[in-house]
């Protein structure tokens, strides 16, 4: 077995921003959803930055500009400077910068953050597939059309170099869940049966530009996405602290594969300001607090009481030692029941 591989979270004595200099903080999910702070955000990252801890936000939507999201920040009472921000509109905005001449021009469908992101390493954005580009980039824009799409299709079924800030398919928002970025570059795929070089988390670019802009020794991954946040940390090979204030379920948490399974596991951002409970072999299972996960045929057990948080612990245990390299299918219903998840 690989020996990244993980099978259970582990624990900490010490208080994860004392531990790690760095908090690579997603945003979306983690800090606000929609245009509202996720409760205890702001406190919590407010007395992990007066602590000593940097703070970098690194997101994947490259809609708007470093500027635009550090005011809002700002506005929630966390004062945020435009280099404190991270976007992958500049991540692959470096990656297109490498593979075209000085100046080239780029159909680029997206936001402002993206334009600017361009402009920044040199290159032209153009909005047409007849403008001659040297390469097409999608990124999010709530205001894209199917005009801006077709344009993309055109470019693409010409031979244009396709570039992708990031492939989330969805985006949390005050009023739900709502496509993303990936959902848009599938209508692509789907019309031109290309594939695009993605930039954004979890490849490998985004991770580069995050260590290159912040100088980060001994990073924290924090965010809310398994397919994005935790995978992103686990090809950069560093830590990450999974936060259930987002779009990850407790389910599928235990379903996880290697690639998506995270060091820690907190409720929200609090969980920076603390140690973390360490999880250990016992009687067949394993227990975190006073509870005890085990597998017995092909059934998720759970027995003792306490935390939701260490129930969830002992049971991601369970359940990533019984899968090895793969996924988890034992039924998790009644043990999350039982934890009250």
């Not at 550090?70 to 991270?86: K, M, N, R």
């Not at 954005?125 to 980039?137: F, G, K, L, M, Y």
């Not at 936060?243 to 379903?255: D, S, W």
């Not at 948080?309 to 390299?325: S, V």
């Amino acid at each position: 077995m690989d020996e990244r591989v993980r099978t259970r979270p582990e624990g900490s004595a010490q208080a994860l921003n004392e531990a790690y200099d760095t908090a690579l903080l997603d945003l979306d999910g983690v800090v606000y959803a929609g245009g509202s702070a996720i409760p205890h955000a702001v406190e919590s990252l407010t007395t992990v930055r007066d602590g000593g801890m940097h703070l970098a936000y690194v997101t994947n939507n490259a809609a708007r500009t470093p500027d635009t999201v550090a005011a809002q920040l700002s506005g929630y009472g966390l004062p945020t400077d435009a280099g404190d921000v991270v976007t992958s509109a500049q991540a692959v905005a470096r990656l297109i910068a490498g593979q075209v001449p000085a100046g080239a021009k780029v159909l680029a469908i997206g936001g402002e953050g993206l334009k600017v992101a361009l402009r920044e390493r040199g290159l032209e954005p153009v909005e047409s597939a007849d403008d001659e580009p040297a390469a097409v980039v999608q990124g999010y824009d709530p205001k894209q059309n199917w005009e801006q799409l077709a344009e993309a299709a055109y470019a693409v079924g010409r031979g244009v170099p396709w570039f992708a800030s990031n492939t989330d398919l969805t985006i949390p928002k005050e009023r739900g869940i709502a496509p993303g970025n990936g959902a848009l570059v599938e209508v692509v795929r789907i019309a031109t049966g290309g594939t695009p070089q993605v930039a954004g988390k979890p490849q490998p670019p985004m991770h580069r530009e995050t260590v290159l802009r912040t100088g980060a020794k001994r990073p924290l991954v924090v965010g809310d996405r398994l397919d994005t946040d935790i995978e992103g940390a686990f090809n950069g090979e560093v830590d990450s602290l999974l936060v259930l204030t987002g779009v990850t379920t407790a389910a599928e948490l235990l379903a996880a594969p290697p690639q998506h399974r995270p060091t820690y596991v907190d409720a929200d951002l609090r969980g920076i300001l603390g140690p973390q409970p360490a999880v250990t072999p016992a009687d067949g299972g394993f227990r975190c607090g006073d509870w005890v996960a085990s597998v017995t045929e092909d059934v998720l057990v759970l027995d003792g009481e306490g935390s939701p948080l260490d129930g969830l612990r002992a049971l991601c245990a369970a359940a990533w030692t019984a899968a090895g390299d793969g996924r988890c299918t034992a039924d998790a219903g009644k043990a999350l029941a039982r934890a009250g998840l």
